[in-house]
């Protein structure tokens, strides 16, 4: 039996979570040789039910583990204390084999791929991070709504409650919007490409910036635009390079990250804003403002729809960031007649977006913890930020600014792959169970630089770092310093 007697105390610093209270009690049944070697484990839904925690809890724990070589895993056999003889990574079954490092697997399989146990390159937060108490309280209040109320398609703007508090939230932030100018999808994802599908067509050109999200690229390709890159620096985008580019290559659109860019994690200044604004003015450019990651921002960032008055702006957020990444819901906020055409896109390819995940996210942000849930969540990265920071000038990384919020790290590389760039390194971390971005997903041309993007949340692995110096990632003098692309 494992002595595991959790302490739920929520206040600020009470108390580890409850996956780092879990992973220490097996550890000490370990190292006390209640656990010995070969020894099973309770499956994750019986341990969850003995000691009355989520099934998220146990499995985050046992995953955390399982990457430190302490259990293994195994189809068909559930988690066992490793022996002494298995493998310091993961232990693996007998066929598995690395996945390819490709597009179309960071697309798709990977959403499915469990067998990677530290995940640096992921682009959302553990699963003991997010808000599970308002997403339980939200599924019981779902459980009281009379079946009847959302047994049929809803809205085809999606759920009228949700729409008035983002227009309600938004407001208060400086854009003055209606719920009628505000559309709701399955996630951000998907109303880049309502947006993409409404105003653009193949052989468009389209400005983006240098680095980019990596999905809004594939999309991009898909749908048979020409993109062009502009670079991103710390304070936006390179607005001289910005007119460069449009008085060569005639964009009908400029596609932009505001708060916490993906990947870079920079935010765009006051004054970087004005001069984006005024180029479009000026050119007729479309602008598409993908603004998923404010709320994990520390400071105050421009919106550039609340400054133009959602005119030429399309601005697009939502709550995988912050409530769960199951839970697919976005919106696009946009002026009355771009907002009517988004919507009929968006019937045309795909009906209405599911009313019940709507609900359920409504409930979230509508009840006391939410706000102190995204402070928490705040202070949480904010730490594992200066961790890995510290880490990184250990280990000679090259970070791109400081932004000490939200998900990502932007560091250039040490040793022999800066020169060779990140691609054969992320290949080579696939064979130790170690998932890393290098820089050519967020590239237009897919060039491999020496670039990689860490998400601070799954960086601070010791056998990530362990692997960097094993890997020749590590120069002979480490020195840390910021940079600009």
Request: net charge positive.
């Given at each position: 039996m494992i002595d595991f007697q959790p302490n739920r105390a929520r206040g600020r610093g009470l108390a580890p979570t409850l996956v780092e209270q879990l992973v220490a009690a097996i550890l000490r049944a370990i190292e006390e040789q209640?656990?010995?070697?070969?020894?099973?484990?309770?499956?994750?839904?019986?341990?969850?039910?003995?000691?009355?925690?989520?099934?998220?809890?146990?499995?985050?724990?046992?995953?955390?583990?399982?990457?430190?070589?302490w259990l293994a895993a195994r189809p068909g056999a559930g988690y066992r204390v490793a022996t002494p003889d298995a493998p310091a990574r993961p232990s693996q079954p007998p066929?598995?084999?690395?996945?390819?490092l490709n597009a179309g697997w960071l697309l798709s399989d990977i959403f499915a791929d469990h067998s990677i146990p530290i995940k640096s390159g992921c682009g959302w937060l553990p699963g003991e991070w997010l808000n599970e108490e308002g997403l339980h309280m939200a599924l019981r209040h779902m459980g009281?709504?009379?079946?009847?109320?959302?047994?049929?398609y809803g809205h085809p703007y999606g759920y009228a409650p949700l729409r008035e508090s983002i227009a309600a939230s938004l407001s208060a932030q400086g854009m003055e919007v209606e719920a009628s100018q505000v559309l709701l999808t399955q996630g951000v994802t998907h109303g880049l490409d309502m947006v993409i599908r409404t105003l653009l067509r193949p052989g468009d050109t389209v400005v983006v910036e240098q680095p980019a999200y990596a999905n809004l690229l594939q999309m991009l390709r898909l749908a048979g635009l020409r993109a062009v890159a502009v670079p991103r620096t710390l304070e936006g985008?390179?607005?001289?390079?910005?007119?460069?580019?449009?008085?060569?290559?005639?964009?009908?659109?400029?596609?932009?990250?505001?708060?916490?860019?993906?990947?870079?994690?920079?935010?765009?200044?006051?004054?970087?804003?004005?001069?984006i604004l005024q180029a479009a003015e000026k050119h007729g450019l479309w602008v598409v403002e993908d603004d998923i990651s404010r709320e994990l921002a520390p400071g105050v960032t421009p919106m550039l729809a609340a400054l133009d008055g959602a005119r030429r702006v399309v601005y697009l957020g939502g709550y995988s960031k912050?409530?769960?990444?199951?839970?697919?819901?976005?919106?696009?906020?946009?002026?009355?007649?771009?907002?009517?055409?988004?919507?009929?896109?968006?019937?045309?390819?795909?009906?209405?977006?599911?009313?019940?995940?709507?609900?359920?996210?409504?409930?979230?942000?509508r009840e006391g913890r939410y706000r102190a849930h995204i402070a928490r969540t705040r202070e949480r990265l904010a730490a594992a930020h200066a961790t890995v920071a510290e880490q990184m000038a250990q280990h000679g990384f090259e970070i791109y600014g400081r932004p000490q919020?939200?998900?990502?790290?932007?560091?250039?590389?040490?040793?022999?792959?800066?020169?060779?760039?990140?691609?054969?390194?992320?290949?080579?971390?696939?064979?130790?169970?170690?998932?890393?971005?290098?820089?050519?997903?967020?590239?237009?041309?897919?060039?491999?630089?020496?670039?990689?993007?860490?998400?601070?949340?799954?960086?601070?692995?010791?056998?990530?770092?362990?692997?960097?110096?094993?890997?020749?990632?590590t120069p002979v003098a480490p020195a840390l310093t910021d940079a600009r692309t």
């Open positions: 209640t656990l010995r070697p070969g020894m099973s484990l309770p499956s994750v839904r019986e341990f969850a039910r003995l000691y009355e925690v989520s099934t998220f809890t146990v499995a985050s724990a046992y995953s955390r583990l399982v990457s430190q070589g066929s598995w084999e690395p996945p390819r009281r709504v009379p079946a009847m109320r959302i047994a049929n985008l390179d607005c001289d390079a910005l007119e460069a580019a449009v008085a060569r290559h005639r964009p009908r659109a400029l596609f932009v990250n505001t708060a916490l860019q993906n990947p870079s994690g920079a935010s765009i200044s006051m004054a970087n804003a004005f001069r912050v409530i769960s990444p199951s839970v697919r819901v976005g919106y696009v906020v946009a002026h009355r007649d771009l907002a009517r055409d988004i919507a009929r896109t968006k019937m045309a390819v795909g009906l209405t977006s599911p009313e019940i995940m709507e609900r359920i996210v409504h409930q979230v942000i919020g939200g998900l990502f790290l932007w560091a250039k590389v040490a040793g022999q792959w800066r020169e060779r760039g990140a691609n054969g390194l992320a290949e080579l971390a696939l064979k130790d169970g170690i998932w890393l971005a290098p820089g050519s997903y967020f590239e237009a041309d897919e060039a491999n630089t020496p670039w990689v993007r860490f998400n601070v949340a799954y960086s601070e692995a010791p056998a990530l770092w362990r692997f960097m110096r094993n890997a020749g990632a």
